[in-house]
């Protein structure tokens, strides 16, 4: 297993709603376009990694609780080491 990209954020936000992701660093609320409501956005962890064996290389993403165990991290805590401070 290897990261894909170091330099990836390996945080996304969303509504805290439907799930909608937002591109953007900034957690202040916004109209989400999906749900159709004023909501806050929450940290999710999510990255990509390449999957190696002796014959083959393929690519998966890795979100939640899982990025975050892989990790040792929390989506608040990576997402102000990778966002905030970044």
């Not at 290389?57 to 997402?79: H, Q, V, W």
């Amino acid at each position: 297993m290897a990261i894909l990209d170091e330099f990836q954020d390996f945080c996304v936000l969303e509504c805290s709603g439907c799930k909608q992701k937002k591109r953007t660093k900034d957690r202040k609320d916004f109209e989400c376009p999906k749900c159709n409501r004023k909501t806050a956005l929450v940290p999710r962890c999510s990255f990509q990694i390449d999957l190696i064996n002796g014959t083959a290389t393929t690519t998966a993403s890795i979100s939640a609780e899982l990025g975050e165990k892989l990790l040792s991290m929390t989506a608040e805590d990576i997402f102000d080491i990778t966002c905030t401070k970044g």
